[in-house]
T-cell receptor, first 112, second 114 residues
């Protein structure tokens, strides 16, 4: 079964608005990572947050991690049409040798 | 660095044929991962190697699939014989173990089995 589950499955917003995507997981983790995938392309790493971190920023991205609730959120501020893509969370679970388990992804559409 | 390189980018073959997908990881990375992505099943880890040794192949769907990593700069994923249900995008990713733990993905190989 999938370790990470994203919510919502699809999100449509206007340019300039903020986009929030959530991820829930089931087991203890070393870290959680967010990736972006443009249509027909490979995955691009966005940000990694370790289990002892609660919040991390990278440009317009803000990631939070709540290990007590086994959940994470990705916030994209001031969205742009170029942010249109699928976003995946991936968990690096304890004692799994570093392999990542991906969620099903959130499909984000930013309309100009 | 050129990033993770995969070939071919597209492969169309007929059922029963052998298919070989290739991957060149980023130089200096210790781990290499093979994933398969489909609409139905999402992104699935098939197998991963650490220092050229297969660590976990529990995601390999059946005996028709095999993977090798003869050296640190090359890996193959082979399907023999191929079936229409193997149609998917296959990604290779590599990682420099600690401190980054970040996986870098190749562009993928889109496989269509007729």
């Amino acid at each position: 079964s999938q370790q990470g589950e994203e919510d919502p499955q699809a999100l449509s917003i206007q340019e300039g608005e903020n986009a929030t995507m959530n991820c829930s997981y089931k087991t203890s983790i070393n870290n959680l990572q967010w990736y972006r995938q443009n249509s027909g392309r490979g995955l691009v790493h966005l940000i990694l947050i370790r289990s002892n971190e609660r919040e991390k920023h990278s440009g317009r991205l803000r990631v939070t991690l709540d290990t007590s609730k086994k959940s994470s959120s990705l916030l994209i501020t001031a969205s742009r049409a170029a942010d249109t893509a699928s976003y995946f969370c991936a968990t690096d679970a304890n004692n799994q040798g570093g392999k990542l388990i991906f969620g099903q992804g959130t499909e984000l559409s930013v309309k100009p | 660095d050129a990033g993770v390189i995969q070939s071919p980018r597209h492969e169309v073959t007929e059922m029963g044929q052998e298919v070989t997908l290739r991957c060149k990881p980023i130089s200096g990375h210790n781990s290499l991962f093979w994933y398969r992505q489909t609409m139905m099943r999402g992104l699935e880890l098939l197998i991963y190697f650490n220092n050229n040794v297969p660590i976990d192949d529990s995601g390999m769907p059946e005996d028709r699939f095999s993977a090798k990593m003869p050296n640190a700069s090359f890996s193959t994923l082979k399907i023999q014989p191929s079936e229409p249900r193997d149609s998917a995008v296959y990604f290779c990713a590599s990682r420099e173990d600690r401190p980054t733990d970040t996986q870098y993905f190749g562009p993928g190989t889109r496989l269509t089995v007729l």
